[in-house]
């Protein structure tokens, strides 16, 4: 058989299409486009507009909150150097305060905002927020018993410095560890010991906290003076020693009320205890109580007042000796019938009889 035969007995392939389905098929693709391209340019125009309104929000949410901390560290940085400054403001302590706010603000204002735009932008694709908000809440709940201690640090930080209870430069006592406040942070705070060590404290672990730097401190000396002392003249000692401290510098600045000599506070047979109290700002009232201790010594001493624990002395000035106090304890081996000495003494031997 010739290969002319063989082409003409094999049969012809089938046409894949007709022009007329062609052309049916990109009518229904023209038409579909055509009846759904509405939809695609509200969806994505709401998209567009969505983000745009929440960018430019957070943007001026933030700017405004930005100048409003600015303003607030200027204001205090106006007054700083002056005697109002030195008294109501701590120009560190109100810029750490005033970021920390403005940091906690800035990080709510972008949360609500993106998180808000980003659910209306699901929205807009027609998906089910339903299942995601309810996933989105079993994960909450478990990373929030997972890491309480955390959450618990940050909310007590924020809580403190909205309230103002420290600040930079304040002396506090947080039942941990205590000290001056070198740094606020939202987790931790630091303090400086007295030895100079530094203390990290959790702020979720403050139970209480004494503030030493706030409103005025109280200095307090026991003058303790022998009973047979006239108090009228102690009195006038500690007086005049009190009027020359607060008319001098720096006492005069740091005393904010007179030294007020409240009378006898223990009475007993060797001695007697005179208090006396002032009033003076906050955190310097060690240094006053040295110092009003060292000028009422000195007052006493020029008055011929003598305190307790001094040796007596005689009509001539000169110190009386205790002759008693050179002598040795008796021993207790002086005695022959103590218990010592009887322990000590040799056992006689036994008398042996026939």
């Known amino acids: 058989m010739s290969l002319s035969a063989l082409l003409a007995a094999a049969p012809s392939p089938e046409p894949v299409g007709s022009l007329d389905e062609a052309a049916e098929r990109a009518g229904n693709a023209a038409g579909w ?18 983000a745009a309104i929440a960018i430019v929000l957070r943007y001026a949410i933030r700017r405004a909150l930005t100048n409003l901390i600015d303003r607030m560290n200027r204001s205090a940085q106006a007054v700083e150097g002056t005697a109002l400054g030195g008294l109501l403001v701590n120009a560190e302590r109100r810029r750490q305060r005033s970021e920390a706010i403005g940091s906690v603000l800035r990080s709510v204002t972008s949360f609500l905002i993106l998180g808000t735009a980003a659910l209306m932008i699901l929205g807009a694709f027609q998906i089910n927020l339903a299942p995601l908000l309810a996933s989105a809440g079993v994960a909450g709940v478990a990373l929030g018993f997972g890491a309480r201690n955390l959450v618990t640090d940050f909310l007590s930080g924020v ?9 930079v430069g304040d002396q506090i006592d947080a039942g941990v560890a205590s000290g001056e406040v070198i740094e606020v942070g939202l987790r931790v705070t ?8 530094i203390w990290y404290v959790r702020n979720g672990e403050v139970k209480r906290i004494g503030n030493l730097s706030q409103g005025w401190s109280t200095a307090g000396v026991d003058v303790t003076v022998r009973p047979a002392e006239d108090l009228d003249l102690v009195r006038e000692a500690i007086t005049g020693a009190a009027e020359t401290m607060t008319k001098e510098e720096p006492w005069s600045e740091r005393l904010w009320g007179p030294v007020e000599v409240l009378g006898l506070d223990a009475v ?7 208090r006396v109290t002032a009033k003076t700002m906050p955190g310097k009232s060690l240094g006053v ?3 009003l201790r060292w ?6 001493d020029s008055a011929g007042i003598r305190m307790v624990g001094v040796l007596p002395h005689d009509a001539d000035g000169a110190a009386v000796v205790d002759p008693t106090a050179g002598m040795a304890a008796p021993s207790a081996y002086a ?20």
């Open 295 to 300: 000028r009422i010594k000195q007052a006493l």
């Open 159 to 167: 809580f403190m410095i909205l309230e103002d209870q420290y600040g």
């Open 289 to 291: 109580e040295r110092e």
């Open 33 to 50: 486009v055509e009846q759904n391209w509405s939809t695609w340019l509200n969806t994505g125009l709401r998209i567009v507009l969505i």
């Open 190 to 197: 630091k303090l400086r010991g007295d030895n100079g060590e």
């Open 335 to 354: 005695s022959t019938t103590s218990p010592q000495s009887l322990a000590a003494t040799p056992i006689p031997p036994p008398v042996m009889t026939k």
């Open 268 to 274: 007993l047979l060797d001695s007697m205890t005179v």
